[in-house]
């Protein structure tokens, strides 16, 4: 499985048979064009206009955009309610959480997730190898929530998403906050990784990947 960060909280999942599900295509970057995606599956964490979905739609492709459940022979996909703040969405709305399963593995994406979770709905994450999780506070979770919560869902690997970089996103902290809480980190040189090239035999290892270098996808 390949994974590409595509910057803020949109990544590109690229399944070992050459299925693919694009997360999140909110603030993706305007250079990228439908024709480099040619996604089979498109979701979304919260809301978004008719422009953002027929942009990157193709005719087969399925767009989720609640707390549903998806299945069919490559993935299964499951949404649950959450809020991109911590009163109830109240300042900022509702916000989903999927996981997905792909190839034997369990993923989490977290979304613009802006509270910490029940105990209960840290029970329904179990079992996760890879999760992803916004850390840029202000819209989101900020670096020591962040941490709290992932070392609450306990996955194998946690890939940090939504915050300042080089470049953008001024608006969010830089990573900083999040990483001097964790022991275990792995810097990339890209924004991608193969899965093959992981070890699942750890909990709770960094994987901070590289902002975007606009290279074709």
Request: charge should be neutral; include cysteine.
């Amino acid at each position: 499985m390949e994974i590409k960060w595509l910057g803020h909280t949109s990544f590109l999942i690229k399944s070992s048979l050459g299925k693919k599900i694009l997360i999140d295509p909110i603030q993706i970057y305007p250079y990228i064009q439908k024709y480099d995606l040619n996604t089979d599956i498109i979701t979304f964490s919260h809301s978004h206009n008719n422009e953002i979905i027929n942009y990157y739609m193709n005719n087969n492709c399925k767009i989720i955009n609640s707390a549903t459940k998806f299945e069919n022979k490559d993935f299964y996909i499951e949404g649950f309610n959450s809020f991109r703040d911590n009163n109830n969405g109240f300042k900022r709305g509702e916000n989903i959480i999927y996981t997905l399963e792909i190839d034997d593995l369990k993923l989490c994406h977290l979304g613009s997730l802006g509270h910490i979770l029940s105990e209960d709905m840290i029970k329904k994450l179990s079992n996760i190898d890879i999760l992803f999780i916004p850390i840029g506070g202000h819209f989101c979770l900020d670096g020591i929530s962040a941490f709290k919560l992932a070392s609450y869902i306990n996955p194998k690997y946690i890939i940090p998403m939504s915050f300042k970089t080089t470049s953008q996103y001024f608006y969010l902290d830089g990573p900083l906050k999040f990483l001097c809480s964790c022991k275990n980190v792995l810097y990339s040189e890209s924004n991608y990784i193969y899965t093959n090239d992981l070890d699942f035999s750890n909990n709770k290892t960094v994987l901070l990947l590289k902002e975007n270098n606009k290279e074709p996808l």
